[in-house]
């Protein structure tokens, strides 16, 4: 079993920025995990946002595109997402995910982009 823990969520006004953290309880699992980042809006289903592949290997949905980026710490058995020029629709809870040896879920951290 794997417990994912997020952090970094919060309050930001529009064009801000925020750095989203999730780390594993297990190093073994991380390593061998694909990692990735969902979100859920209010009313809407959740959705894929980025992922990155055991060798650092990226990608993103076109929503996010050119202002996300997704990095992970193997050492720390962590994986970071960086949001900048954030938008009101990006507003959401955002879950940690991870894909190896089986699928596991963090418990989301509220990102809010609000004047």
């Known amino acids: 079993q794997v417990q994912l823990v997020e952090s970094g969520g919060g309050l930001v006004q529009p064009g801000g920025s925020l750095r989203l953290s999730c780390v594993a309880s297990s190093r073994s699992i991380f390593s061998i995990s694909a990692m990735g980042w969902y979100r859920q809006a209010p009313g809407k289903e959740r959705e894929w946002v980025a992922a990155i592949s055991r060798g650092g290997n990226t990608n993103y949905a076109d929503s996010v595109k050119g202002r996300y980026t997704i990095s992970r710490d193997n050492a720390r058995s962590t994986v970071y997402l960086q949001m900048n020029s954030l938008k009101p629709e990006d507003t959401a809870v955002y879950y940690c995910?991870?894909?190896?040896?089986?699928?596991?879920w963090g418990k989301g951290t509220l990102v809010t982009v609000s004047s």
């Open positions: 995910n991870a894909a190896g040896v089986g699928q596991y």
